[in-house]
Structure formats: structure tokens, C-alpha cells
């Protein structure tokens, strides 16, 4: 069966300071990944998604960078974070083939002081 | 691109009755249109989708309807339960590849009173 991974699950950060949040995916290839991002406990935002490795699409513009250097791996980048930039942060994927149920990862809680 | 609105954005409902939310889309071409649950710190998980080929489908005390012409869709839930309090979320898509990025609405928070 295929799960996700996403970590930390929390962390807190001062302004100015860099990030990077990991997740992976097993028991399959080849998913489609992404990163959204949930403010204030409500909506969820797409801020990148990608099909292939090193294939990275930003629905956004924002400080915030992704990456794709394996398969299964996505990660999310800042040089430096900036208020705004705090929130529920969660990583999906979905089967490339054909658009069906995106499976999310639990979530990393960024507060950025 | 793809706009998803969705309303109400909170609901409050006496245990037992029924509640429903809706959603707008804004392109012609999509065609997967999924629900969301959300509950308190967890992440969101399916609870039922609908592809353009049907205009209804129903699991239980959950079902989902969808006019194509209106370019809405809705969730109904009866016969609610204190367990279905959390906030759903309605998404839209197009079938394929990289263009299959669903786009969510803002969710609407249910909370359903004992």
C-alpha cells in the first residue's frame, strides 16, 4: 500500500531564518506531488506541484522554492522566511495517470516569529 | 484559471438534520469534482467524489450532486452526527497529467450540535 511522510510535524522559526520541509511517498513511482499551503485554518492554496523529477510548477508567486530530486521525494525551500509565511503546510500526491483522490501527508505546522 | 467558490463558509445543524454546501466552478473543461473532511489538526481526507459523466452519487448519509449546465455542485449530508463536525472542502479539476491539479474551494466549517 502507498503511504506518505511528511516532516517535522511542527516547527517554529524566527524571521530571516531558512526552511526546508521533506516528504516522500512509497509504494509507488511515478506520482504527481505537490505543496499547499492552509492560512487560518481554512482554505488550501497550491503553491507548487510537479510531474517528474526536476519538472517543479509554482502556482504562486513567493519567497518559497521547491524541489524534486528523487521520484518520490518533494521538498520545500525558503532562504528566508517571513511572517506570512506561517501556516499549515501539506504535502500530496496523486497518480500520474489519471486525476483521482490526492492523498495528503499529515502536515507540518510552521509559525514563523 | 480554475476559480472554486463555496458557500456557506459556517454551518451550524441540530444533530439529526441535514446540511449542505455548495459549490460554484468557473471552467467549462472540468470534470472531477471531490469532498474533503477535514477534522481539527488532522489532514483532509476524501470522503466522496463525482465525475462530469453522472449527476449524482450517493455513499450512505453522504451525496454529491452536480449540474453541469450551472457549473455547480453540491454536498448533502443527512441524519448528521456530532462525528461530522469538521470543515469540508470542495475542489474542481480537469481529467490528465498536469492539467489534473485540483483546485479547492475555501471550505465551510460544520458543526453539528448534540
Known amino acids: 500500500s502507498q503511504t506518505i511522510h511528511q516532516w517535522p510535524a511542527t516547527l517554529v522559526q524566527p524571521v530571516g531564518s531558512p526552511l526546508s520541509l521533506e516528504c516522500t511517498v512509497e509504494g509507488t513511482s511515478n506520482p504527481n506531488l505537490y505543496w499547499y499551503r492552509q492560512a487560518a485554518g481554512r482554505g488550501l492554496q497550491l503553491l507548487f506541484y510537479?510531474?517528474?523529477?526536476?519538472?517543479i510548477s509554482s502556482e504562486v508567486p513567493q519567497n518559497l522554492s521547491a524541489s524534486r530530486p528523487q521520484d518520490r521525494q518533494f521538498i520545500l525551500s525558503s532562504k528566508k522566511l517571513l511572517l506570512s509565511d506561517s501556516g499549515f503546510y501539506l504535502c500530496a500526491w496523486t497518480l500520474r495517470v489519471r486525476t483521482g483522490e490526492l492523498f495528503f501527508g499529515e502536515g507540518s505546522r510552521l509559525t514563523v516569529l | 484559471g480554475e476559480n472554486v467558490e463555496q458557500h456557506p463558509s459556517t454551518l451550524s445543524v441540530q444533530e439529526g438534520d441535514s446540511a449542505v454546501i455548495k459549490c460554484t466552478y468557473s471552467d467549462s473543461a472540468s470534470n472531477y469534482f471531490p469532498w474533503y473532511k477535514q477534522e481539527l489538526g488532522k489532514r483532509p481526507q476524501l470522503i466522496i467524489d463525482i465525475r462530469s459523466n453522472v449527476g449524482e452519487k450517493k455513499d450512505q448519509r453522504i451525496a454529491v450532486t452536480l449540474n453541469k449546465t450551472a457549473k455547480h455542485f453540491s454536498l448533502h449530508i443527512t441524519e448528521t452526527q456530532p462525528e461530522d463536525s469538521a470543515v469540508y472542502f470542495c475542489a474542481a479539476s480537469k481529467e490528465g497529467g498536469s492539467q489534473g491539479n485540483l483546485i479547492f474551494g475555501k471550505g465551510t466549517k460544520l458543526s453539528v450540535k448534540p
Open positions: 510537479s510531474v517528474g523529477i526536476g519538472q
